[in-house]
């Protein structure tokens, strides 16, 4: 290499720090709590500095820590896995498991842009009641 010449080396089989691997885990364990946590105390327990904790998406959206998270199985594939159980499952509790499929997609960011339009029917159940009384 001349002076003055410059590469630019690119790794796209990078490895995630030790620091972006235990805040996946600590996302990873905040879906499963009763009182999640938002997503700079989730920096704050993985021991980011404070100054990081001002900007988490840019952390949080990180190749690496996506990469452990796709890893471990918290990938958008799943989410929908869920919620296809949630739907097909009458007997399963719906907002625990909706909850941890919700945040997936908030971790992923693959909400559908400009939102998500689902038919609704709506009964008027007076009018029901008295088709049987």
Do not use: W
Request: proline share 4%; net charge positive; with cysteine.
């Amino acid at each position: 290499m001349n002076q003055g010449e410059y590469y630019i080396i690119t790794i796209n089989n990078s490895m995630a720090t030790i620091r972006q691997k235990r805040l996946a885990e600590v996302i990873i364990k905040n879906s499963t709590f009763g009182k999640l946590l938002n997503a700079g105390e989730m920096l704050e327990n993985a021991g980011y500095r404070p100054s990081s904790v001002n900007y988490p998406k840019r952390v949080i959206q990180s190749i690496g820590v996506q990469k452990v998270l796709h890893d471990y199985g918290f990938n958008e594939d799943n989410a929908k896995k869920v919620v296809a159980s949630v739907l097909l499952d009458k007997n399963c509790d719906p907002n625990t498991r909706l909850r941890a499929a919700d945040l997936i997609f908030k971790i992923c960011d693959s909400y559908p842009k400009g939102g998500i339009s689902l038919p609704v029917h709506v009964i008027d159940m007076d009018k029901e009641r008295a088709k049987y009384a």
